[in-house]
């Protein structure tokens, strides 16, 4: 049956028998540590389940060295019941329960979501205080910050994270970005590259909150951003040229597998090799560290989402690709030293 054309900005379950069409790829570098900055883990419906048997099929899979993970908010197992605001608690506690049963050691070597990034509705400005007393508790001391996503798109084949345009303008979001900044906590920030002006003047007016840009900055490929990949590119850099000027933001690299859209990986016959990923996504990534630098940049796997377009090995072995110029020093840094430090993860 021929395979249809994927739903950008939609996400679906990972097609396995797809998946495994893949030539197997020797690992590009297996001894250096991996700290994967980005993944989810979640139970969506019957078939998009991916907790952490799942996950470690994936982390375990032949090669690639995973110290530690990164757990990023993604609307898992909420609270049914109780305020509203505090219904979010949930995904951290469910998450902190996961981690708990990685530190045990029975389910191998990588300390799977060490960090915890949750959601909280910061437009609850000082109101959302107990929220984040709740969250601090739930998360066991892995608590790092919070996810409240401002990606917006007036076209509605996008499929947005945030219901109206402009949430990093409104002066009761702002509120509560203060309480989250007073209580040590960084943010991670998600928008599409048309709002970026937007990221750059809210990183300029918080200069003392830590901010982890996602995905490399959300460059769009599909819907009314089809086939206009060289004016999405020349509209992204400048303005992430802008934020690489604002000391207290870090980008995470990766992340633009349904977003930017470079291949459908629906009608594709096999999934891309590391290498045919890694020349897609090079002029996005490089200029990304050229802007920011080893020490401000991170690798995310974005996992299961990335999955549905390329396997594990594949991805790390192109990021690993995409720093093969780097010295040693600064390959560790992407791979792991800079997660480290951003979500303070310790040795």
């Given amino acids: 049956m021929p395979r249809k054309p994927a739903a950008f900005g939609r996400i679906t379950a990972p097609d396995r028998d797809w998946l495994a069409k893949a030539p197997p790829e020797p690992v590009i570098d297996p001894d250096i540590p991996i700290i994967d900055a980005h993944h989810h883990l979640w139970q969506r419906t019957a078939d998009q389940r991916y907790l952490l048997h799942e996950f470690l099929e994936d982390v375990y899979a032949p090669g690639h060295l995973v110290e530690s993970t990164v757990f ?6 909420y609270r049914a019941t109780g305020p509203e605001a505090m219904k979010p608690v949930g ?3 469910f998450v902190a329960g996961v981690a708990a049963m990685s530190e045990s050691g029975g389910y191998g070597p990588a300390r799977v979501a060490k960090g915890i990034v949750g959601y909280a509705d910061l437009t609850l400005g ?5 929220v984040f007393d709740a969250l601090e508790r739930a998360g066991g001391g892995r608590f790092r910050g919070v996810r409240h996503s401002g990606a917006y798109d007036a076209d509605p084949i ?15 979001f702002r509120d509560g970005l203060r309480v989250l900044t007073r209580r040590g906590h960084s943010f991670d920030l998600w928008c599409f590259h048309p709002q970026l002006h937007e990221a750059v003047a809210l990183a300029r007016a918080f200069p003392d909150t830590p901010f982890i840009m996602g995905h490399c900055g959300g460059p769009l490929g599909y819907g009314p951003y089809a086939g206009r990949t060289e004016e999405v590119f020349a509209a992204w850099k400048p303005r992430m040229a802008e934020l690489a000027q604002c000391p207290n933001v870090v980008v995470k690299l990766g992340g633009m597998m349904m977003r930017l859209a470079a291949y459908d990986y629906g009608v594709r016959e096999v999934p891309p090799s590391s290498e045919d990923l890694a020349a ?6 490089e200029t990304c560290i050229e802007l920011f ?3 401000r940049c991170l690798f995310e796997s974005n996992f299961p989402v990335e999955k549905m ?3 594990w090995v594949a991805i790390w072995n192109a990021f690993k690709r995409l720093c093969a110029g780097a010295s040693e020093d600064e390959k560790r840094a992407l791979l ?4 480290r430090r951003v979500y303070r993860l310790g040795d």
């Avoid at 792991?336 to 997660?339: C, V």
């Fill in 336 to 339: 792991a030293g800079t997660a």
């Fill in 91 to 93: 995904e951290v506690e």
């Fill in 280 to 285: 897609m996504w090079k002029p996005w990534i």
């Fill in 309 to 311: 377009g390329i396997g």
């Fill in 293 to 295: 630098g080893p020490d």
């Fill in 158 to 172: 996008i499929g947005n994270g945030c219901p109206y345009p402009h949430l990093f303008e409104r002066a009761d």
């Fill in 126 to 130: 000082d109101r959302v205080e107990p």
């Fill in 72 to 77: 990023i908010q993604c609307h898992a197992m």
